[in-house]
């Protein structure tokens, strides 16, 4: 029963975990790795878990347990730079602090309430709304500036071709 039960509730939610590790990870492996670990602690754990309770969420508060725990792993090579069509978006999510980070991921990406957010990271609801909000601003002035320069880049290309 325990089993058929964690197969049910648990395992539909890998690909969210995975998509949100890869962010948190910015590699493969390391996503993989923090996704396995997750369900580990999931299943060593599940006799707790309580029916009805919202089970996506329980996990993605143990992912975050997880980045915690890997934290200094996770986050030693990080792009510096990278072009606006080619993943400037996900270039500038990445360099976002990673307090900053994770709320603006499970929020805007992973579309948490706020309320759940503010139970998967253990943080109250205020500081939710605070860093989304400067989470947010950051993101938004790392697009304006890979946008600025992708247009110099891209006018001293077309000049260059004339």
């Given amino acids: 029963m325990h089993a058929s039960r964690f197969e ?6 890998m690909n969210d975990l995975f998509r ?8 493969r492996a390391g996503a993989e790795d923090l996704v396995q670990e997750t369900y580990i602690r999931a299943w060593r754990s599940f006799h707790a878990f309580e029916p009805g309770a919202n089970c996506r969420a329980w996990l993605f508060k143990i992912l975050f347990c997880c980045v ?3 934290r200094r792993k996770l986050f030693r090579s990080r792009l510096a730079k990278d072009e606006l069509a080619g993943g ?15 709320v603006v991921l499970l929020v805007d990406v992973e579309e948490f309430a706020y309320q759940e957010v503010a139970g998967i990271l253990g943080i109250p609801i205020g500081t939710v ?6 989470g947010r601003k950051v993101l938004r002035g790392y697009l304006a500036e890979a946008v600025d320069e992708y247009r110099i880049e891209a006018c001293t290309e077309s000049k260059q071709g004339l």
């Fill in 8 to 13: 049910s509730e648990a395992m539909p939610h």
């Fill in 20 to 27: 949100t590790a890869a962010r948190m990870a910015g590699e």
């Fill in 68 to 70: 915690r725990h890997h």
């Fill in 88 to 102: 400037g978006i996900l270039a500038a999510l990445d360099k976002l602090p990673a307090e900053f980070r994770s």
């Fill in 129 to 134: 709304v605070s860093r989304l909000s400067r």
